[in-house]
């Protein structure tokens, strides 16, 4: 749960300037994405979370959720109505689904959301492929694009490159021995998907892999949208100049 709470933190951070007052969260295991909305929302009022599993409802309730909520145990292979929320939260659900019965679910997602769709997978080659499908099924749907994507062209990603970002946590020391880990923090790495009923100001580039630092400027790999990947050199305080400097391949 800490790994995935710090993930939707950063994630739903980015949506900070959204009025959310409800969410629906599907697939929320022991309530990740209450925690993560209750301290980035001050105005949420409502919260619904659907679960399976029993145990994690049990464990969710014992960790005292923040602010009232609304347990619902559902199959969601079997897509029920969704009440409209404005924030709909499938954090490391869809995965797990079938392509079709995920594609149904989406779709249902998309309808109850009043004012964003948040979707995140485990930033693996088998995620990112997931969440580029889920990116081409949202804007199929009308939805606009929020992040990452600086564009709402196609995803121009091949293997082996994959999309996905990593976030650091640290860990306490229970932490550590439930994971029999050494190191005091952890990197979860992740791919996402966040589209908006209307559409945000975006960046305008991304940068991809780590920027290669030279005496006096850095080079980065950034895409911008269109075919291809572009290269283009910062300099001096990072600013970029006009144009691609070639492209990257
Ligand atoms: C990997 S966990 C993620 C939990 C939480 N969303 C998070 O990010 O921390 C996936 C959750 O989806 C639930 N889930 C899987 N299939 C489901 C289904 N068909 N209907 C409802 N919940 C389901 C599982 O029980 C589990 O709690």
């Known amino acids: ?126 995620g990112f492929a997931r969440i580029r499908v889920l990116r081409d099924e949202l804007i199929a749907l009308g939805a606009h694009l929020a992040e990452p994507c600086p564009h709402a062209a196609a995803c121009p990603m091949r293997e082996p490159d994959g999309c996905h970002f990593a976030q650091r946590l640290e860990r306490t020391s229970l932490h550590r021995r439930a994971k029999s880990g050494t190191l005091g923090y952890e990197d979860e790495s992740y791919s996402y998907v966040a589209v908006t009923r209307r559409p945000m100001d975006r960046a305008l580039s991304r940068i991809l892999r780590h920027p290669i630092q030279r005496p006096g400027h850095a080079v980065a790999a950034l895409h911008s949208g269109g075919a291809g990947k572009e290269g283009r050199s910062a300099e001096g305080e990072g600013r970029l100049p006009p144009g691609p400097e070639g492209a990257l391949g």
């Open 1 to 126: 749960m800490p790994a995935t709470y710090a993930v939707l933190h950063a994630v739903l951070s980015e949506l900070r300037g959204l009025p959310i007052r409800s969410l629906l969260d599907l697939g929320a295991g022991p309530g990740t994405a209450a925690w993560a909305v209750s301290s980035l929302f001050a105005d949420l009022e409502r919260v619904t979370l659907v679960e399976l599993d029993s145990r994690f409802t049990e464990i969710g309730n014992r960790l005292h959720p923040p602010g009232p909520v609304d347990w619902r145990a559902a199959d969601l292979r079997v897509t029920p109505r969704l009440e409209p929320h404005d924030l709909v939260v499938c954090s490391y659900l869809l995965g797990e689904l079938e392509d079709g019965v995920a594609s149904r679910l989406l779709r249902a997602a998309w309808e109850s959301a009043g004012e964003a769709l948040v979707a995140i997978e485990p930033g693996t080659p088998r």
